[in-house]
């Protein structure tokens, strides 16, 4: 396959640095029907680490979230060509087991969106689905999850109460914990604290960034300033374009293209 | 005119209207229960009717009514649960779906005499059923199959569209989507939907008149098995219900007591009809507790 190297969406990050790719997106493109939201864009995301995505509202970066775990497969107009390779498989492919898929790449949404059902069955909906039965299996994975989504100090005493009794936050780190029991490799989270009261918003920033040691981090974020804070690189998205992708620090401090600094500056979006 | 005043007056004239409503169905309800209410005992509930002496009562009509309402729904559940699954989850839009859902909204609206007289031809002479209840539950079926596939559709697609995302990004299949997130939000609006459309098979009279026909055998409840001609079971035998015996006694009854026997039946209907709604919204709210709050 060519790839055109060179282009302005061609915008990889420098080779002299030792890390490791996760996924590796070429000519991605995305429509909408006739509407083309996402435009060749090529993009590398580093393991472990955490990718930002940013920009104006429309901007496609949402909707280049949603491709990676196929979520957009809801949407009946929406196809795309082009590449998102993972471990050498190509996840726009046709033949992708779907279902596979999206365990091995779990998503957390902008609004929490937890199960009314208790919290220990938010937890082991999914497990039980996999075929994990036995209390005896489950309790530990419950308890594992909760801890690393930083709740499980909040709600070990009332695990059998309605996910729905929880505040937004702890919902939110609730759909979190749920995502992580399925031990996935990737974590793709879309604007998941915009919804959220300053503290709770912290502490979703403050368990992002201790999750990077275990998981490679993809989040939509409108939050300048929460991009900045919790990742390692920030990729800026404008009307389908991805015009700009870069370690963080240079992004905010000195992006090498004008749009960017306009947006990040606040100039526009 | 200014504003103020024509929200007074506004607000005025939808209280109005609501009043002449209410006070419509309390004075039909009132009317009716007041007429029957001499008419309700035990006796009258239990015993057979009488084709020419006074006394009669309605006992095997009302077990009629409710068996062959236990069959359409028995039949009805299934099949409009799995069209409304279908509908809300599998039908792709475009122009075959369009063409079902018209079918659906036609079907709906067929008046019930017609489906009768389809029935007729299907039930009843197709099959060489003769008269029966299973005819009547078929033709019952049809009358009800699109409500309850349009009930299951709505109670499906109403359920948050961030359930089903929620569990589907967890890596889970949609059938297991479906059974154990869907179904289960989606359960108390099927069965209020359920219980509702039951009222209205339990009054239905004008599908059956064809159907289950306009008799009942001499039953003997003491037999209960099925396959014998006078069990009340027996579903190849015709069968006359609580709604089709009011029709009949007013139209061709030569009892003496055709009055009192039409109002006593009338009020055990509406009662019936009532305690179906009181209770879809009784049971709706408590299965709608227990499933949001865990255990």
């Not at chain 1, 390779?85 to 726009?92: A, P």
């Not at chain 1, 939509?220 to 700009?244: C, K, P, W, Y």
Request: include cysteine; charge should be positive; glycine fraction near 8%.
């Amino acid at each position: 396959m060519k790839v055109s190297i060179g282009t302005k969406n061609r915008i990889a990050l420098k080779e002299t640095e030792d890390y490791k790719v996760a996924l590796k997106v070429k000519d991605l493109n995305i429509y909408y029907g006739d509407n083309h939201a996402v435009k060749d864009v090529n993009m590398d995301i580093r393991q472990n680490a955490v990718t930002a995505l940013i920009g104006p509202s429309g901007c496609g970066k949402s909707t280049f979230l949603r491709s990676i775990n196929r979520m957009n497969d809801l949407i009946p107009i929406a196809r795309s060509t082009g590449e998102i390779l993972y471990e050498d498989v190509n996840l726009v492919g046709n033949d992708i087991n779907i279902v596979a898929l999206r365990k091995e790449i779990g998503m957390v949404f902008q609004r929490p969106n937890p199960f009314p059902k208790s919290i220990y069955n938010n937890i082991t909906h999914a497990l039980k689905f996999y075929g994990i039965n036995s209390k005896k299996k489950l309790d530990p994975i419950v308890e594992e999850s909760l801890r690393k989504a930083a709740l499980w100090d909040e709600v070990k005493d009332r695990l059998h109460d309605s996910a729905l009794s929880l505040s937004g936050g702890q919902q939110q780190r609730l759909c979190i914990a749920r995502t992580l029991a399925m031990k996935p490799n990737i974590l793709l989270l879309d604007e998941p604290a915009s919804a959220l009261d300053p503290i709770s918003n912290a502490k979703i920033e403050d368990l992002i960034i201790e999750l990077k040691k275990d998981f490679t981090i993809v989040i939509v974020t409108h939050n300048m300033h929460q991009a900045s804070r919790i990742s390692d690189n920030t990729a800026f998205f404008l009307n389908g374009d991805l015009i700009e992708m870069d370690k963080t620090d240079k992004i905010f401090t000195n992006p090498s293209k004008k749009e960017t600094e306009d947006y990040i500056t606040g100039r526009f979006g | 005119m200014n504003s103020k005043v024509m929200d007074k007056i506004a607000t005025a004239i939808f209280i109005l209207i609501a009043i002449i409503i209410t006070s419509v169905l309390f004075g039909l309800l009132g009317y009716i229960i007041y007429h029957g209410f001499s008419k309700l005992t035990l006796d009258f509930l239990t015993s057979p009717s009488s084709s020419f002496r006074e006394g009669g009562g309605i006992g095997n009509q009302l077990f009629n009514s409710f068996y062959i309402l236990f069959l359409t729904m028995l039949f009805t559940i299934p099949l409009g649960l799995g069209g409304g699954i279908y509908m809300a989850e599998y039908a792709k839009p475009g122009k075959i779906t369009n063409i079902i859902r018209t079918c659906i909204e036609v079907l709906a609206s067929l008046p019930s005499i017609v489906i009768g007289m389809f029935g007729l031809l299907m039930f009843v002479n197709l099959t060489g059923w003769g008269y029966s209840i299973i005819g009547g539950a078929l033709a019952l079926t049809v009358f009800n199959l699109p409500v309850m596939v349009r009930v299951c559709e709505d109670a499906i697609r109403s359920v948050p569209k961030d359930q089903k995302e929620a569990s589907l990004a967890l890596g889970i299949t949609h059938w297991y989507t479906i059974r154990k997130v869907l179904l289960p939000s989606a359960f108390p609006s099927i069965l209020t939907g359920a219980i509702l459309a039951s009222g209205r098979v339990f009054g239905e009279a004008a599908a059956l008149l064809f159907t289950a026909g306009l008799t009942t055998p001499r039953l003997d409840f003491a037999n209960w098995n099925p396959l014998d001609a006078n069990s009340p079971l027996n579903i190849f035998r015709p069968a006359e219900t609580l709604a089709v015996h009011i029709w009949a006694v007013n139209t061709q009854g030569l009892i003496p007591d055709v009055r009192e026997v039409a109002d006593g039946s009338s009020a055990v209907l509406i009662i019936a009809v009532l305690i179906f709604n009181l209770l879809a919204r009784w049971i709706g709210s408590i299965v709608h507790k227990k499933i949001t709050s865990s255990k």
